[in-house]
């Protein structure tokens, strides 16, 4: 069974420039997450999705941050403008229920860099 | 508020030797408990996870943590460390039925020869 997926492993990126992640979860799995992964730090909630639907996205960003899960599969998380603390670790996960009875699996992630 | 402490930064360990990783817990509620590893360049993974039944939980790879309420703690252990346990482990809590995980800071644990 292949895992969740993340495009690109790697991003450098100047400060202003815009910037997007891809995740395609496990199939199956209607619950979608992103996690900021800051240097030294555990993961941090940004959005959830079930299905198609965003319904925790509190501690994203939204002056410069979105995201989409378009017919509740793949996601995108994009940022526009990126700043220089934007540079993190940028994880996906998924899960086929929303409680914690529920493992969430988690994608490679993607690296960010803003320069 | 629920939230995880985790005791150590780093942790080294010689092959063959015990591992202890500690971490402390606070919430309000009866929380659930995991950790998680995150291996360079790879997914977090879940190691094992304590949800209210038994408080001794085995997990994968020869890991095993055990749920004390009253010193609100979830150490990690194994009783002989190998060199592929080298990598960055996470406790993590969620309250409840919730879904929302809350990470410690980490603890990297080093396997030396």
């Known amino acids: 069974e292949a895992g969740v997926v993340q495009s690109p492993r790697y991003k450098i990126i100047e400060k202003k420039q815009p910037v997007a992640f891809w995740c395609n979860p496990i199939s199956g799995h209607n619950t979608l997450y992103w996690y900021l992964q800051n240097l030294g730090q555990g993961p941090e909630l940004l959005i959830r999705y079930e299905n198609e639907e965003a319904v925790d996205d509190s501690q994203l960003p939204k002056d410069r941050f979105s995201a989409e899960r378009l017919k509740g599969v793949d996601s995108t998380l994009k940022i526009q403008p990126a700043e220089l603390g934007d540079s993190a670790v940028y994880l996906c996960?998924?899960?086929?229920?929303?409680?914690?009875?529920?493992?969430?699996?988690f994608g490679p992630g993607t690296r960010l860099t803003v320069t | 508020a629920q939230s995880v402490t985790q005791l150590d930064s780093h942790v080294s360990v010689s092959e063959g030797t015990p591992v202890l990783l500690r971490c402390n817990y606070s919430?309000?509620?009866?929380?659930?408990l995991f950790w998680y590893v995150q291996h360079p360049n790879k997914g977090l993974q879940l190691l094992l996870k304590?949800?209210?039944?038994?408080?001794l939980v085995k997990g994968i790879n020869g890991f095993e943590a055990e749920f004390k309420k009253s010193e609100t703690s979830f150490h990690l252990t194994k009783p002989s460390a190998h060199m592929s346990d080298a990598a960055e482990y996470f406790c993590v809590v969620s309250e409840g039925s919730g879904y929302a995980l809350n990470f410690g800071k980490g603890t990297s644990l080093l396997v030396t020869p």
């Open positions: 996960a998924s899960s086929l229920g929303v409680t914690d009875s529920y493992e969430q699996y």
């Open positions: 919430s309000s509620y009866s929380p659930s």
């Open positions: 304590y949800t209210s039944a038994a408080t």
